[in-house]
């Protein structure tokens, strides 16, 4: 029951820009599974910022990015999305795509132990 995990889109941009992040997940397919994105900058922990709940699409977000960042998902292509407008210095870091193989409870959503597979993670570098 694994799942394999790649993140795509990462790379460099100006305050007030634009990304499109794109993960892809292959292998087992659950019936009621979380994706989430994450992020850790130099010397911080990692940090849940979205999640998307595959069956139904409701969406979760932390509030650093609330407002700026979409989850989305496209389910015909097994793939979920974050875009990412309005972006700051402080959005830098590598971005993490995680499948958590089922239903976390409501406070763990956007918590990284509640994921279990996970990619290898996407440079985003914000330039002031």
């Known amino acids: 029951q694994v799942q394999l995990v790649e993140e795509s889109g990462g790379g460099s941009v100006q305050a007030g820009g634009s990304l499109r992040l794109s993960c892809q997940a292959s292998g087992y397919e659950y019936s009621s599974n979380y994706m989430g994105w994450f992020r850790q900058a130099p010397g911080k922990e990692r940090e849940g910022i979205a999640a998307i709940y595959r069956r139904s699409g409701a969406v979760y977000y932390a509030d650093s990015v609330k407002g700026r960042f979409t989850i989305s998902q496209d389910n015909a292509k097994n793939t979920v999305y974050l875009q990412m407008n309005s972006l700051k210095p402080e959005d830098t870091a590598i971005y993490y795509c995680?499948?958590?193989?089922?239903?976390?409870?409501?406070?763990?959503?956007?918590?990284?132990?509640?994921?279990?597979?996970w990619g290898q993670g996407t440079q985003v570098t914000v330039s002031s």
């Open positions: 995680a499948s958590a193989g089922g239903v976390p409870s409501s406070s763990n959503r956007l918590s990284k132990d509640a994921y279990k597979y």
